[in-house]
């Protein structure tokens, strides 16, 4: 099946501070999406970006589905940015269709 | 923005018993999956579900597991016989079908003891 790795695996800023998260994947992907897990365990979706380039306020994100990797940018970062972020794909086709595969996740600690 | 629900939100449970984890998801989604997460690693794809029947299911979806759609709103995940190594934050999800983004819930937090 399709393999997703992320990195850094754990991260620590200050607040204020810019960071990029990567992930790469190793197939053609129908759907990427980033999450952010919060200290209660939930998953909140972040973008579904399977190509191109979304902004949602501080977060922007970028896959580039040609070269098999996606980048989450968080900027001014806050200390309620705190938490695992995970990347996850579907990839498109064969025994990966349709199911989401998730990467390792990165631990991001933003400190006051 | 129409969600997923999950409940209960926490389940404690004895060894051996069975649980019943119970989902709805959004209403015009067609696609319906849980997937399941051990305490400090990644969230674990468990079985897809699609047209009232199992389309994937992965190696840890064994006997011990099944899903089901009893009306046209609920989805639950049963697990018969839990074992402590059960113990996990079980995850539902839906999606349209097509172009377009899952759909998590809040999860179930699962222990087993």
């Known amino acids: 099946g399709i393999q997703v790795e992320q990195s850094p695996p754990d991260l620590i800023l200050q607040e204020g501070a810019n960071s990029t998260l990567r992930c790469n994947f190793s197939?053609?992907?129908?759907?990427l999406q980033w999450f952010h897990q919060n200290p209660w365990g939930q998953l909140i979706n972040l973008f579904y970006i399977p190509s191109g380039t979304k902004q949602n306020g501080r977060l922007s994100a970028t896959t580039v589905a040609t070269e098999r990797y996606s980048l989450l940018y968080i900027s001014s970062s806050q200390t309620t940015d705190s938490g695992v972020y995970f990347c996850a794909v579907a990839g498109a086709g064969g025994t990966s269709y349709g199911k989401l595969t998730f990467g390792q996740g990165t631990i991001l600690t933003v400190h006051p | 923005e129409p969600e997923v629900t999950q409940t209960p939100s926490h389940q404690v449970t004895q060894m051996g018993q069975e649980v019943i984890l119970r989902c709805v998801p959004i209403s015009n989604h067609l696609y319906f999956y849980w997937y399941r997460q051990i305490l400090g690693q990644k969230v674990e794809f468990l079985v897809s579900f699609y047209n009232n029947e199992i389309s994937e299911k992965s190696e840890i979806f064994d006997d011990q597991f099944s899903v089901e759609r009893p009306d046209g709103s609920n989805f639950t995940l049963k697990i018969r016989s839990t074992k402590l190594e059960d113990s996990a934050m079980y995850f539902c999800a839906s999606r349209q079908g097509g172009a377009g983004g899952y759909t998590f819930g809040s999860g179930t937090r699962l222990t087993v003891v």
């Open positions: 197939d053609s992907v129908n759907n």
